[in-house]
């Protein structure tokens, strides 16, 4: 055991914690990874310096930090999510006539990889390359719907994680749950004026082979207080439609 290399026992965590459901205890930890306590004690502080691992001192446990994260999101941003996802995209727009996107998490963001622009539909913030707060867009909260809480408390560990567009959307911990429970019930996240004034949106999460949310899919459309229905429910159907069909093309359920 003293010849594996230090990158290797590292790997060989972080790949425990990712298969995880919830955080772990340091013992179960190192008895997982085949490694001495002291040992996978002083990986796990390195590897929190860096981000890549959350302590959650009140339960003794440890979890997967927002730089894990974001090695993941690199992952998803790559060429083969974006091709899987631009014909299935392309036809999500041409069936429900709105623009549509795909959004991968980094960090408190979403970051938006993909987009389909509806024909005589005005262009969008959403545009290939934009970063958004995730706590405030359908797409964020899609993906952050599917994390487990504890992996969401590390994302957002105070107020001050909380970022301010329009004067609305939810502005703690508790607050952002409510929203995510909502989320859950319905199948699908929404938002509707929380990044641009008079549009809504509605999304829902692309899962791999894991279970682990890589992207959100969505559509937005406008919002007119004078008309007596609302295109959301159609369009929520036909984006859960498309999650489902990609999740299935990347191994997920």
């Known amino acids: 055991m003293s010849q594996v290399p230090a990158a290797t026992r590292t790997l060989r965590v972080l790949r425990f914690l990712a298969s995880q459901p919830e955080p772990a ?52 941003r790559q060429e083969p999510l974006q091709r899987i996802a631009r014909r ?14 795909l959004a991968v998490l980094h960090g408190r963001d979403v970051l938006y990889v993909l987009e389909e622009r509806a024909p005589g539909r005005p262009p969008l913030v959403t545009d290939v390359g934009v970063r958004l707060p995730a706590h405030l867009t359908a797409s964020g909260r899609a993906i952050l719907m599917a994390l487990p809480s504890e992996q969401v408390r590390a994302l957002y560990p105070d107020r001050t994680a909380f970022v301010d567009r329009r004067g609305s959307g939810p502005a703690s911990l508790s607050q952002l749950r409510t929203v995510l ?29 894991n279970g682990h949310p890589v992207a959100g899919v969505a559509v937005t459309f406008p919002q007119d207080p004078a008309e007596q229905t609302t295109p959301q429910d159609d369009a929520a159907s036909a984006v859960r439609t498309t999650a489902a069909m990609l999740s299935r093309r990347l191994g997920g359920a």
């Open 181 to 209: 429970i909502e989320a859950r019930q319905r199948g699908h996240a929404v938002e509707d004026g929380e990044v641009s004034a008079g549009m809504a949106s509605v999304a829902a999460p692309v899962l791999d082979h």
């Open 25 to 76: 205890s340091l013992d179960r930890i190192s008895r997982a990874c085949d490694l001495p306590r002291s040992t996978a004690y002083h990986l796990i502080n390195a590897m929190i310096a860096e981000g890549f691992v959350v302590h959650l001192e009140d339960e003794r446990r440890y979890g997967l930090g927002v730089a894990a994260f974001e090695v993941g999101s690199g992952f998803a």
């Open 88 to 101: 299935p995209l392309a036809s999500l727009v041409d069936r429900t006539g709105y623009g549509g996107h």
